[in-house]
């Protein structure tokens, strides 16, 4: 066997392999290249998916004449100098391959300058080749433009997708990075459309607003979080915006991006009580770990990440997130409006906003006095005072081929100009409120964001449970509000209304009876007294050898949930009790339905498998809908409800109560017009 050594360009080749996988890896890279410079504007323009045309553009430090070429050699890198510093990460691109990969597949051009220099360098590289190295006039910072990826590699090009497809994963990536550092204005452009334009203001909340619009932004709850070791900050998604996948739950650790399996489950375990099964929750949660708790170098995508001590973080950060929730009202509040004209109301509405927020203030690149500037209007909000500047980026796009570009070398080739941008005071309409009549000064939206995220504060190292009394005083569910009630009735004998001040509360008899059943058997198991009703003549049952086995494996479970169970010869039992709750409901089919349940499981009994039976037992015992009740059973349920750490959920997340406004109501009967 006749071993070669590869040719620099093969290895090349073979490398950018493990770091460019499709467009969306080539913007990954500069933009985190970018962010770690230390910009605080960065604008990425592709056309055709990002497979013909690639363009980031930032005002960061730039890249001195001397160390252009550098820059594209295998490992080489300014973020680490020796192995030791792998355990003290801060940047996002350390590998140092990532130009040098981008550069093997595709043609890119580079034009930077340093802020102490007068003139900047233009460096052009095709295929790891160099073409071209020239002295330019350029502004401060860096622009890569990366042409024809995958031009001299035809079996990796065959594979990209569709252009439209690979877009969409570029744009999906732009605002991951959006909301991974909201103190950048970041600037993405499609096919010289303008897809979305951030303050970079450091408003976490506004962003979450450009990418997902109005009614996420509304049932939003703020989370501010000190622990041990960490921190957390961001936002909780309410119950009722629950998706049906995992792509809304958005990580980040130490402004890095990532997914994570176990802090999926921390979040979802905290959300347990609240979601229905097979759903999940929207949050955008931003993670401040110590660098040596963390190991970033997993996979070539660094999108993966180890954390230390990883079942004490579970932990944790599950219990930061129920305490959050449960420090929350989470009622749903309903509206009347539905069809074709609510529909296209709606979207006018949209309309409305999206104009709104466009003639909000949004600093381009390159601005000369744009530090400054920010600095001034930081220090105003500081002063609650609302400061803000004003441009229009659909007149800036335009702009550009006028002023705010010049053409240097080729006709796609430009470097944009410094452009002053004037302070002005500007109020902009924030509509995001229940009744959709509150308007929210943007500008001021930093003050009254940290206001409402210091008023959540969880101090993890407390394990005391709030008291219901004095944590909702002043809401819906409280001691205090419940004097004012007036049932109203039940209408198809299965929701109660209720009327409290301007609002109409609507309960699901089911799904309150079976919550209060639920807390009352978890009680009951955690005391080890869970009431038994004896069977005379006992039921008789025949079980198979796997049925057997897991009956034997999980009997003490079963005998702490009230089941006594007792052999009767081969592989025949005798139920002789079960729960009082369960008696006279087809007893042995639901010890079947427990059994098979616990027998697909597959794995060794926990609490959370125990708890989920005894939500099955709660509903099967629970009144059910279509079932008359009378008033004073309605309000000893209601008293009961409310007696509960969680009474806005069933077992199974289904909402116990809804909301409805008199506003709502007066809006559908045209008593008001908005």
Same mark, same amino acid.
């Given at each position: ?10 290895? @090349? ?12 890896? &080539? &913007? ?8 770690? =410079? ?45 192995? @030791? ?13 990532? %130009? ?18 007068? !003139? ?34 035809? #079996? ?30 970041? *600037? ?8 979305? *334009? ?18 996420? &932004?509304?049932?939003?709850? #703020? ?48 959300? +347990? ?12 949660? *931003? ?11 997993? *996979?070539?995508? +660094?999108?993966?990440?180890?954390? $230390? ?9 599950? $219990? ?12 749903? @509040? ?24 466009? +003639? ?7 601005? !000369? ?15 609650? +005072?609302? !400061? ?48 959709? =009549? ?48 007036? /049932? ?45 009703? $004896?069977?005379?003549?006992? &039921?008789?049952?025949? %079980? ?34 079960? #729960? ?33 039976? /005894? ?14 009740? $009378? ?5 000893? %349920?209601? @008293? ?35």
């Amino acid at each position: 066997m006749d071993i070669k050594i590869l040719d620099n360009q093969t290895i @090349d080749k073979i490398a950018a392999g493990e770091v460019v996988e499709k467009p969306a890896s &080539v &913007v990954k890279e500069l933009v985190e290249n970018a962010i770690d =410079s230390g910009a605080d504007a960065i604008t990425v323009e592709i056309k055709d998916g990002g497979i013909s045309f690639i363009r980031v553009t930032d005002n960061g430090s730039g890249i001195e004449k001397s160390q252009i070429r550098n820059a594209f050699l295998r490992h080489a890198t300014s973020k680490i100098s020796s192995a @030791d510093d792998l355990t003290n990460l801060v940047s996002l691109g350390f590998r140092g391959e990532a %130009l040098a990969s981008i550069a093997a597949v595709s043609m890119v051009e580079a034009i930077s300058k340093v802020k102490e220099d007068l !003139t900047g360098v233009r460096y052009v590289i095709e295929g790891g080749i160099e073409r071209e190295l020239e002295e330019v006039g350029a502004p401060d910072g860096t622009t890569f433009i990366v042409r024809n990826l995958f031009y001299n590699t035809p #079996p990796r090009k065959k594979f990209l997708k569709q252009p439209q497809t690979e877009g969409s994963y570029i744009a999906d990536l732009m605002e991951h990075l959006a909301l991974s550092h909201p103190d950048i204005s970041f *600037h993405f452009i499609i096919n010289n459309q303008n897809r979305f *334009h951030t303050s970079g203001n450091n408003d976490l909340k506004e962003i979450i607003y450009r990418i997902y619009g109005k009614d996420i &932004v509304k049932e939003l709850t #703020p989370i501010s979080v000190e622990a041990e070791g960490f921190s957390i900050e961001g936002f909780l998604g309410k119950p009722i915006i629950n998706r049906s996948n995992r792509n809304y739950e958005l990580f980040y650790i130490n402004g890095r991006y990532i997914k994570s399996t176990l802090l999926s489950k921390a979040v979802e375990d905290g959300y +347990k009580e609240y979601l229905m099964q097979h759903k999940f929750p929207f949050c955008v949660l *931003h993670f401040n770990i110590d660098t040596k708790r963390i190991d970033v170098n997993v *996979h070539p995508s +660094k999108m993966e990440i180890r954390i $230390s001590n990883g079942q004490d973080f579970y932990e944790s950060v599950r $219990s930061i997130i129920f305490d959050c929730l449960h420090r929350q009202e989470m009622i749903p @509040d309903v509206t009347l409006d539905s069809g074709k004209n609510s529909s296209a109301e709606s979207k006018a509405q949209a309309r409305k906003e999206a104009k709104i927020y466009a +003639k909000r203030a949004i600093p381009e690149l390159f601005e !000369t006095n744009r530090i400054k500037n920010e600095k001034t209007v930081n220090n105003l909000q500081n002063t609650n +005072k609302s !400061t803000d500047v004003q441009s229009d980026p659909e007149k800036e796009i335009d702009k550009k081929s006028n002023s705010e570009y010049t053409n240097i070398v080729k006709s796609d080739t430009y470097i944009a100009k410094s452009n002053n941008f004037n302070l002005i005071n500007e109020t902009a309409n924030y509509n995001g409120s229940q009744d959709n =009549s509150l308007q929210y000064n943007v500008s001021q939206l930093n003050a009254s964001q940290l206001n409402e995220s210091q008023s959540h504060k969880v101090n993890s190292s407390t394990n005391t449970k709030p008291e219901q009394l004095n944590l909702f005083d002043d809401k819906l569910l409280s001691a205090k509000a419940r004097e004012k009630y007036e /049932i109203i009735g039940q209408i198809f004998e299965t929701y109660w209304l209720i009327s409290y001040q301007d609002k109409l509360l609507i309960i699901d008899q089911h799904a309150a009876h079976e919550k209060v059943k639920y807390e009352r058997l978890i009680k009951q198991y955690t005391d080890n007294n869970i009431a038994s009703q $004896s069977l005379n003549p006992p &039921v008789i049952i025949t %079980l198979s050898g796997k049925e057997k086995e897991c009956f034997l494996q999980n009997k003490d479970h079963f005998e702490a949930m009230g089941f006594i169970i007792e052999e009767f010869g081969g592989n025949d039992y005798a139920i002789s009790s079960v #729960p009082m709750d369960l008696y006279g409901l087809r007893e042995a089919e639901l010890f079947y339905e427990f059994l098979d349940e616990l027998s697909e499981e597959n794995i060794g009994t926990t609490p959370d498998s125990i708890r989920m039976k /005894i939500a099955t037992m709660a509903c099967k015992a629970a009144v059910k809908g279509n079932t008359r009740m $009378s008033v004073t059973e309605a309000d000893a %349920l209601i @008293d009961e409800l409310l007696s509960l750490e969680n009474p806005y959920n069933c077992p199974h997340g289904r909402p116990t109560i809804i909301s409805m406004s008199k506003y709502e109501l007066e809006k559908k009967f045209k008593r008001i017009v908005s």
